[in-house]
C-alpha cells in the first residue's frame, strides 16, 4: 500500500507548485471579492444573496478597487479563505488520488539488463551487433549452440 502513496506523490510532485500558484491567483481574484461581498450582504445578521451575487461580480470585475478596501472585510476574508482553502485540498488530494500506480510495477521498465553487474552478460551476449534484446544487448547471430529467441509481449503499431 506504501508504494501507492509513494508512487501517487512521485507522479504529482511536479505539479504541487502550479497547485500553489493557482491557490494564490483564486485567493485574490476570486476570495477577496468573495469577502468584500459577503461583507456587503450581511445587514444587521441577515444575509442577502442578491447582494452577494451582485457585489461578488462586481468585486471580480473591478479587483483594484476590492483590493483597495481589504483592511475593511480581512475578517471575512480569513473565514472565506480558510473554507476555500478546505475545498482546495480536496479537490487536490483527489487528483492526487487518481495519480496513484495501480500495481508496484507501473514505470518499471520491462525487460531491462540491470540483473546483471560489470559486463557479465557480454560473456553470451554482445555490446556491438546482433539481435536486439535491449539497450546496448545484442544476442549474436555467429554465436555457436543455441540461438534461439523467445519474445514475449505484443507489438503496437500506431
Known amino acids: 500500500m506504501n508504494y501507492k502513496l509513494q508512487g ?5 510532485k511536479k505539479y504541487f507548485i502550479i ?8 485567493s485574490i481574484v ?11 450582504s450581511t445587514v444587521n445578521g441577515a444575509f442577502n444573496i442578491g447582494t452577494f451575487i451582485a457585489e461578488s461580480a462586481g468585486g471580480i470585475a473591478s479587483l483594484g478597487k476590492t483590493l483597495s478596501e481589504f483592511p475593511n472585510y480581512i475578517g471575512s476574508f480569513f473565514d472565506v479563505l480558510f473554507k476555500f482553502t478546505i475545498f482546495y ?8 488520488a487518481k495519480a496513484r500506480p495501480k500495481n ?11 540483473w546483471c553487474k560489470n559486463g557479465e552478460q557480454y560473456r553470451i551476449l ?4 546482433g539481435i536486439i534484446l535491449a539497450q546496448d544487448n545484442y544476442l549474436p547471430v555467429d554465436k555457436r549452440g543455441n540461438v534461439n529467441v523467445l ?3 505484443r507489438f503496437r503499431f500506431w
Open 8 to 12: 501517487a506523490i512521485r507522479k504529482s
Open 19 to 26: 497547485y500553489a500558484v493557482l491557490w494564490l491567483i483564486l
Open 30 to 40: 476570486l476570495v477577496a471579492p468573495m469577502a468584500y461581498a459577503t461583507q456587503h
Open 89 to 96: 485540498l480536496v479537490f487536490v488530494i483527489i487528483g492526487i
Open 104 to 114: 508496484e510495477y507501473t514505470d518499471i521498465e520491462h525487460g531491462s539488463s540491470d
Open 126 to 129: 554482445d555490446n556491438k551487433k
Open 151 to 153: 519474445v514475449v509481449g
